[in-house]
């Protein structure tokens, strides 16, 4: 059983930033590409960011590209994803995943286990 937990999520002023961290539990975590996804309220979940199992290739949305960074460490089985140049339309509820099936990095079908998800909330 994997279990992944969000934390770092908050109320922001735009501008601002803030660092999410997705603490996995498990022996295997560096063999997956993790992902980052966000839900509105009254919105699908979209994808946001993923980072393959060494750490060298990144994936970003275009909303997200120039302002968004993925990484991950390993030895501490953690994935991070720091949020520069926060804007209101960033505000959803943020989850971290583990790819594990066939599909592309954006699809959310390809992603086996899931966090709960930490708010994160930008103000005007």
């Known amino acids: 059983q994997v279990q992944l937990v969000e934390s770092g999520g908050g109320l922001v002023q735009a501008g601002g930033s803030l660092r999410l961290s997705c603490a996995a539990s498990?022996?295997?975590?560096?063999?997956?590409?993790m992902g980052w996804f966000r839900q509105a309220p009254g919105k699908e979940r979209e994808f946001v960011a993923a980072i393959n199992w060494s750490g060298g290739t990144t994936y970003y949305a275009d909303s997200v590209k120039g302002r968004f960074t993925i990484s991950r460490d390993n030895a501490k089985n953690t994935v991070y994803l720091q949020m520069n140049s926060l804007k209101p339309e960033d505000t959803a509820v943020y989850y971290c995943a583990r790819k594990y099936y066939s599909g592309t990095y954006f699809d959310t079908e390809a992603y086996d286990y899931w966090g709960q998800g930490t708010q994160v909330t930008v103000s005007s």
């Open positions: 498990g022996r295997t975590f560096s063999s997956y590409v």
